[in-house]
């Protein structure tokens, strides 16, 4: 058992206190209208602009009573350490498909050589190819469709979304098989800073770790209370990973989860996680975007519990209010819809991350300025809305939920 948690969150609601984000840098001005499709981006951000309104969301967080705690700064921490540092940077090439040869050996060399702070922009911001003078040594430079990849190693410019590489859940974290290779590398950052640093090494378990090969991302983990989570399966999490960590949550001593509401949802970009059309935003109130039922209020949703030896049995249901209703054992419950229900107005404010509301208290939230149908319902429905600017950092696709990692949430009661 976990003795002096690092980690406490049993609810998407409870009183924020501590948080992990990213401050968005360099990488961003390294996506160009070639890559921006395999970075998962649809425009390029105004870095300058981006970072003020990054920084105007981690200094309302702090007004409101958070610790925010850089991720950058924790890893910048782990690499203090000579043989983290040798450690994390034969990984990180490694995934990078760099083992061996001319390449390889001195991309380890030029990394060994950068100061801890230079090390840690370089990781996020990528190394270009004329970084290296390689044109003499490398036939890989000189000819071939690697030559033509102005980057050796790709940005990170997702880093911003601290959501999704690792989910905390109770006194413990899942570190994140990401779906696409641009973000792999993320979760290696959290499994380092997790295994390493003095404020988490050995206070943190486990429940699923990225050395596996099922897929899930934190956008698609919400904890509805400390004995349910809902995950979406979605573009980014396979129902195979919900099972295996259904599967794992349930038989271990350290978890009070014995509920996961499986719940489907359409497999494409705008929609990638289920934190983009569905946050819980108080006990007994969501915010929901319509376009994931069908005609008639139908969804795929599974619950997975567990019986008295702890394994995994499946139920299967198809309506998300009910469903709730009976997970969370309520009366009633208010779905708050995006858009106010409107098509076109729902489609635009989904899109820029209208459902995806960070509540930093019960009934409290953050959230884009620019969804103001979304923003003027909930305050109708009795929500406080705390608005941040988002003409750069949405995007990227996502919202304030995305953009943070809750570390410690004060409990219900
Ligand atoms: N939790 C979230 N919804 N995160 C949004 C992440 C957006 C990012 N561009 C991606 O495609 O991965």
């Known amino acids: 058992m976990i003795k002096q948690p690092a980690i406490q969150v049993n609810s998407e609601i409870g009183t924020l206190r501590e948080v992990l984000l990213h401050r968005p840098g360099a990488e961003i001005e390294n996506i160009t209208p070639d890559t921006m499709e395999r970075l998962l981006f649809d425009d390029i951000p105004f870095l ?18 958070a610790e925010v705690v850089y991720i950058e700064q924790l890893l910048a921490e782990c690499l203090q350490s000579a043989d983290t540092r040798i450690a994390f940077i034969k990984r990180y090439l490694e995934e990078h498909h760099y083992t ?42 000189v000819a071939g469709t690697a030559a033509e990849d102005p980057f050796l190693m790709d940005p990170l410019p997702n880093a911003y979304f601290t959501r999704d590489p690792q989910a905390s859940t109770g006194n413990g974290m899942t570190i994140n098989h990401m779906t696409y290779a641009a973000r792999q590398p993320e979760s290696l950052i959290t499994e380092f800073v997790m295994a390493h640093h003095p404020r988490f090494s050995q206070r943190v378990p486990i429940w699923l770790d990225r050395n596996q090969d099922n897929r899930i991302e934190g956008g698609d983990e919400l904890v509805l209370n400390e004995h349910t989570l809902a995950i979406g399966i979605s573009q980014r ?3 195979k990973a919900v099972q295996t960590l259904a599967e794992h949550l349930f038989a271990s001593p350290d978890s009070q989860i014995d509920t996961i509401m499986a719940v489907e949802i359409p497999h494409n970009h705008a929609m990638m996680h289920l934190d983009t059309v569905f946050t819980m935003v108080n006990t007994d109130q969501f915010t929901v975007f319509p376009g994931i039922m069908d005609d008639a209020g139908k969804m795929n949703i599974n619950l997975l519990r567990a019986n008295n030896q702890g394994e995994v049995v499946l139920e299967h249901r198809d ?60 305050r109708e429905h009795g929500i406080t809305v705390h608005e941040i600017k988002s003409s750069e950092l949405s995007r990227g696709r996502g919202g304030a939920r995305c953009m943070s990692q809750p570390l410690w949430r004060d409990e219900l009661n």
Do not use: C
Not at 51 to 57: K, L, P, S, Y
Not at 111 to 130: M, N, P
Not at 356 to 364: Q, T
């Open 319 to 378: 309506n998300l209010k009910r469903t709730l209703l009976e997970v969370l054992n309520l009366d009633d419950l208010d779905l708050i819809e995006t858009g106010n229900g409107d098509p076109i107005n729902a489609a635009r404010e989904q899109w820029n991350d209208g459902s995806n509301n960070l509540a930093i208290a019960p009934g409290e939230v953050v959230t884009y300025d620019r969804n103001y149908i979304s923003i003027q319902l909930m």
């Open 237 to 239: 999490t396979s129902s």
């Open 100 to 141: 061996t040869g001319t390449v390889a050996q001195e991309m380890q060399k030029y990394l060994q050589t950068l100061s801890v702070k230079d090390l840690v922009q370089t990781i996020y911001a990528g190394i270009r190819r004329d970084a290296l003078d390689l044109k003499h040594t490398s036939l890989d430079e």
């Open 48 to 65: 300058k602009n981006a970072q003020a309104e990054h920084d105007a969301f981690a200094d309302l967080l702090r007004e409101r009573g």
